[in-house]
């Protein structure tokens, strides 16, 4: 168990639609990155936060967008969902137990998330 | 930019035999590499990294990784299968800027009784 968290574990939506995945990171990590996965890939990044800012990101339209909240945690924004958006979408912790950054990324279990 | 490569789709082993799982990498100065695994419906698990030092990696579940500049690859390696192994296994290197890993495409990893 890597101590990160995702919820929800499964969303279903319609094409047009918005959604909201959340994220809490490892105990003592402050940054989060955050992937997404279609069905037989690796996972591509989207966008990874430090200090409540987008830090770097991906090829990724701006209907993805993020948060990073104070205690750390993240959330994940889409908007006017596509077919294409259908994937498990992954949630990495960095950071280690006194701040300082460490070369290994925790996962969560991930968010399948299905647009019809 | 920097990508590793998986050759192999799926990899198929007798429980008990040896395994390895092949990787080889591009990258424009050090490599940063890595190891993870994925079980069905599930996240992706840490097993092993190679930042700097011994060429021979031990991780987790009794796995290691070869790391060999001149050949740029990164192998995963098992001595002896066990059917549990089965699973999905990702390599990755880490960009230097911010920390962001871009995996390959993934090697099945199919261990028989």
């Known amino acids: 168990d890597a101590g990160v968290t995702q919820s929800p574990t499964h969303l279903i939506k319609t094409r047009g639609q918005q959604v909201t995945l959340r994220c809490s990171p490892k105990?003592?990590?402050?940054?989060v990155s955050w992937y997404q996965q279609a069905l037989g890939q690796g996972p591509q990044f989207i966008f990874q936060?430090?200090?409540?800012?987008?830090?770097q990101r991906g090829n990724f339209p701006d209907r993805f967008s993020g948060h990073q909240f104070p205690n750390y945690s993240s959330e994940l924004n889409v908007n006017a969902l596509l077919l294409g958006d259908s994937a498990l979408y992954l949630c990495?912790?960095?950071?280690?137990?006194?701040?300082?950054?460490?070369?290994?990324?925790?996962f969560g279990p991930g968010t399948r998330l299905t647009v019809l | 930019a920097q990508s590793v490569a998986q050759p192999e789709d799926q990899v198929n082993v007798a429980e008990g035999n040896p395994l390895t799982v092949k990787c080889t990498y591009s990258?424009?100065?050090?490599?940063?590499l890595f190891w993870y695994v994925q079980y069905p419906n599930r996240g992706l698990q840490f097993l092993l990294k190679?930042?700097?030092?011994?060429?021979l990696v031990k991780g987790s579940y009794g796995f290691e990784a070869e790391f060999n500049k001149s050949q740029t690859s990164f192998h995963l390696k098992k001595p002896s299968a066990l059917v549990s192994d089965s699973a999905l296994y990702f390599c990755?290197?880490?960009?230097?800027?911010?920390?962001?890993?871009?995996f390959g495409t993934g090697t099945r990893l199919l261990v028989s009784p």
């Open positions: 936060y430090y200090e409540e800012e987008e830090r």
């Open positions: 105990s003592g990590h402050d940054t």
């Open positions: 990258v424009s100065g050090n490599p940063y």
């Open positions: 190679y930042i700097t030092g011994d060429n």
């Open positions: 990755a290197v880490r960009d230097k800027g911010f920390q962001k890993l871009v």
């Open positions: 990495a912790s960095i950071g280690g137990d006194r701040g300082r950054p460490t070369d290994t990324q925790y």
